[in-house]
């Protein structure tokens, strides 16, 4: 009993093909209209880059658009506004401050408080302090003049005010940690100034690495413009400060934006040393033993190709008003990468075809296979980046409809203009013309002396043609997947080796997964070694004992003077100090705790302070005037009208504890979160870190969402345009292993889950389809017919033959994107490393799974398919034609036959 035909529904794949096929032989008529069509369509597209705008609002870019922390900010800084005359570190904006912060580090030693180090830093502070600007009326300012106050002077470094600026007070004055009592009864924190802090006795200080120094303006529309100029001043100061003894790195509140800035624009060297590479590589790639065949022209155009589609892309992008960002800049690697893989499958689908053919004809198949290949890669990838770019993170989001619309573009000037030019091209080959002279030349069988057919001859001789004695062009590569290649992976031991190697490399994806990091941190955001890298590494690493300061607002108005109220509020604020994450009730700052110990102090009896219109006029009047309480005035807001008797709303602020890794500052912000949520009064948390731990907190959530959704459309997409259910299923596999792969991976190689590696997770998800998918397709339904020397299964036969097929245009096209994305790795942006190392593991992983492990694992379970009644046949007289003693007796002249799907009626 035969076994029956695999049942399949490809009307759409039959449409397509007969569809190419006649598209291709009209194309083959016109390339000259198509080649002038497309350049002055992109010429029109590309002059809409002069509108191009580059996005350098980091906080924007990778905060979520649908963020909670943006909303509670509002409520925050509208009713509790930042007083710049009576400033602390607690109430400030953070990040949106107008601010120099400095960390200085001893060049010699580990002690910040070594004599001749803190003389450097002392100098330092006063050679700043004089660094001036000139504002629009022509007036110099200093920092003295753009300054927060504190007390009517300039916010101080507590230590400096401590040691009264004076290097000598070091021998007499013994500075304890984190606080430290003057003799006139006055507190300083100092873990904010210090990093790598040994103790002593008493908590005294033996030693500290690490010494920070904080600038904060006048964060106001006034004084804006000049607190802008005054950062600009400040870092070419500090660049051009010089010691021997302390080193200095800083941030200021553009340093980010700048960082971002300046790595954007030092992808462009970098792109021009790839676009180099990837020129050499397709030229040569397209080099045969043969000056009619090879094809050096087509590697150049097909690098053209991409580059218009690029240029179009950014054009009418721009054009839409779509701005560009540092992300995006990733984007024309990975298209020159693509188009190049492209123009290889269009290659491949051409020396499959007989050059005895007409060029019309030959056009006309290569495009019912290419053409439709290219389709189905096109829309999978177009696909993944569509569903990138409805991600609510913008830096992502505008990545992939930049890089979708590019990939839309590449399509298209791949079926117009470089169909055109491969159109061209076989005109060429038709008429023997020579590759680089265009001069007729003699096939290398009429070649009348050897270096005429070294340097001149090629193509078919006219006996040839008419005979029809040439099947196809394949190349040496084709030959070695089917000859040597596909054989050796069907032995039984190899398989056996191939399938524990496919255990071993999902066992070290699923570790790696296990320990994977999450979420952009800033310091990854500025430049490798840069000054902003090297202060965020160093704030990471030894001050994040103390911080951030998070706020707490009561959005009621209660009865503060009931000591009901008082004593839940007390309940309510341990409850948060009793996180892991929240430092202990020391740290907080709270006007009412602090209200109901100075009344203690003064003795105030119960029944005044009950008195609610007394306890107002005691708080008002008294405590908020003294000096000591005067920064709680900016956590009370009084009812309008009510003449300071009824507080509107307050808030009292808590300290982080430790947070060093974004695990643990995620988990405190939702733990304050939650805490608030379950409180009994309206409570509204906010730290201006929030909006940056919200990245981290949603990165994974918005990964798996995107995945799972992209794997979905994959799969309908593979079922419809590759119609065959267990093939569909396989890509799926192929997809999930993949991906299991790349996370595992990549958090192995110091790559974290965050905005960058998602791209790459999502574009991912458009290659692997593209690696599978046709191995897969081309195995289960046998589109070539095995006709080599090696007994094989039917199903290992089919598995030789689909890498016969589509192993060559695989491998260059992963080598081509892996030749386009190299020259990021030099790159000091871990944007731009992170996705080269990303991309190469997708590259590395696609070509292990199509070209190592599919095979294996389909052939080894070949039993699971049917297959037709010519593939039984195919195998036994694959049988008889081996003989006793391993040679093989085919005198056949080896043809690739395309089958019923690929060969269009006309």
Not at 237 to 266: M, P, R
Request: charged share 15%; with cysteine; proline share 3%.
């Amino acid at each position: 009993m035969k076994a029956p035909v695999m049942a399949k529904c490809d009307c759409i794949d039959r449409g397509l093909t007969r569809l190419f096929y006649n598209y291709g032989k009209f194309v083959s008529r016109w390339p000259s209209v198509f080649i002038l069509i497309s350049l002055i369509v992109a010429a029109a597209l590309s002059v809409g880059i002069m509108f191009l705008k580059v996005d350098t609002d980091v906080i924007f870019l990778f905060t979520p658009d649908n963020s909670q922390a943006r909303d509670d900010a509002v409520v925050v800084y509208d009713d509790f506004p930042t007083d710049y005359d009576e400033y602390t570190a607690t109430r400030g904006n953070g990040t949106d401050d107008l601010a120099a912060n400095i960390i200085i580090a001893p060049k010699a030693g580990d002690d910040v408080l070594a004599e001749d180090v803190f003389s450097e830093i002392l100098r330092f502070d006063r050679e700043l302090r004089n660094v001036s600007i000139t504002n629009n009326n022509g007036m110099p300012l200093t920092y003295e003049s753009l300054c927060a106050m504190s007390r009517g002077v300039c916010l101080d470094n507590p230590v400096l005010e401590i040691l009264n600026r004076n290097v000598s007070y070091l021998k007499h004055v013994n500075l304890t940690y984190p606080f430290f009592e003057a003799s006139n009864g006055e507190s300083f924190f100092l873990g904010t100034t210090f990093g790598d802090v040994e103790l002593g006795n008493n908590e005294t200080i033996l030693r500290a690495g690490l010494f920070a120094l904080n600038y904060i303006l006048q964060t106001t529309p006034l004084l804006e413009e000049e607190g802008m100029e005054w950062e600009t001043e400040f870092e070419s100061f500090v660049d051009n400060f010089e010691s021997d003894a302390i080193s200095v790195s800083f941030i200021h509140s553009h340093t980010l934006d700048s960082e971002v800035s300046l790595s954007t624009q030092s992808v462009i060297p970098l792109f021009s040393i790839s676009y180099t590479l990837l020129f050499t590589f397709a030229i040569t790639s397209c080099v045969m033993f043969d000056w009619v065949f090879s094809k050096p022209f087509l590697g150049f155009m097909g690098t053209i190709s991409a580059s218009l589609a690029v240029a179009s892309s950014l054009g009418l992008l721009s054009y839409a008003g779509v701005n560009f960002n540092i992300v995006t800049s990733s984007m024309p690697f990975l298209i020159i990468g693509i188009g190049i893989d492209d123009m290889f499958i269009m290659l491949a689908a051409w020396r499959k075809t007989s050059p005895c053919d007409s060029v019309e004809e030959r056009m006309g198949k290569a495009f019912s296979e290419a053409a439709v290949s290219i389709t189905i890669t096109s829309i999978t990838d177009a696909l993944a980046f569509g569903i990138g770019s409805i991600n609510p993170l913008p830096a992502v989001r505008v990545f992939c409809l930049y890089t979708g619309v590019a990939v839309i573009f590449d399509y298209i000037f791949q079926i117009t203009f470089f169909g055109a030019c491969m159109a061209l091209t076989g005109r060429r080959e038709a008429a023997n013309r020579h590759v680089w002279t265009l001069m007729k030349v003699k096939s290398p069988d009429e070649a009348p002396s050897t270096v005429y057919k070294f340097c001149c001859a090629g193509g078919l001789s006219e006996e040839q043609r008419r005979e029809r004695t040439v099947g196809n062009c394949e190349t040496g590569l084709m030959t070695f997947f089917k000859e040597y290649y596909g054989p050796f992976l069907m032995k039984p031991a190899v398989k056996f080796l191939t399938l524990l190697a496919f255990c071993a490399y999902l066992g070290g994806a699923i570790y790696g997964c296990l320990n994977v990091s999450e979420g952009l941190e800033l310091k990854l955001l500025a430049r490798s070694g840069s000054p902003a890298y090297d202060f965020f590494e160093r704030q990471t690493d030894h001050f994040s004992t103390y911080g951030p300061f998070v706020s707490v607002v009561i959005q009621e108005s209660l009865n503060y003077s009931d000591a009901t109220v008082q004593q839940d509020l007390e309940a309510l604020m341990e409850d948060f100090e009793s996180s892991e994450y929240i430092h202990s009730s020391e740290y907080t700052e709270f006007w009412l705790r602090d209200f109901l110990k100075f009344l203690d102090a003064a003795n105030v009896p119960a029944s005044v302070r009950s008195d609610p219109d007394e306890f107002s006029r005691l708080l008002a009047n008294q405590f908020l005037a003294n000096p000591s309480f005067s920064r709680y005035s900016q956590d009370i807001i009084f009812e309008e009208g009510s003449n300071d008797t009824v507080i509107e709303s307050s808030r009292f602020i808590l300290t982080g504890d430790s947070l060093v890794t974004t695990n643990q500052q995620v988990q405190m912000m939702s733990e304050v979160r939650d805490k608030a949520s379950e409180a009994d009064i309206t409570l509204t948390t906010f730290s201006p870190f929030f909006i940056v731990y919200e990245q981290y907190a949603r990165i994974r959530s918005v990964t798996i969402q995107n995945l799972s959704i992209a794997v979905a459309a994959m799969f309908v997409v593979a079922f419809f345009l590759i119609p065959n259910i267990i093939c569909s299923v396989v890509v799926a596999l192929c997809i999930a292993s993949i991906e299991v792969g790349i996370v595992g991976y990549m958090s192995l190689w110091d790559v974290r889950l965050d905005s960058i590696s998602m791209i790459n997770l999502i574009l991912c998800i458009g290659f692997s389809v593209d690696f599978s998918a046709h191995i897969t397709y081309s195995f289960l339904s046998g589109q070539e017919e095995y006709d080599g020397r090696h007994m094989l299964s039917i199903a290992s036969q089919h598995a030789v033959m689909a890498l016969y097929s589509l192993g060559m245009p695989i491998l260059q096209g992963a080598i081509s994107t892996i030749i386009a994305i190299i020259a990021l790795n030099w790159s000091t942006s871990y944007i731009f490393v992170a996705f080269f190392k990303v991309m190469l593991l997708v590259m590395l992983f696609g070509i292990l799974h199509s070209l190592v492990f599919l095979p294996v694992l389909l052939s080894s379970f070949g039993c699971c398919f049917c297959w037709s009644n010519e593939d039984i046949d195919r195998q036994d007289n694959n049988k008889v034609r081996v003989s006793s003693n391993g040679a093989q007796n085919n005198h056949r002249t080896p043809q690739v036959h395309n089958n019923a799907a690929f060969t269009p009626e006309v």
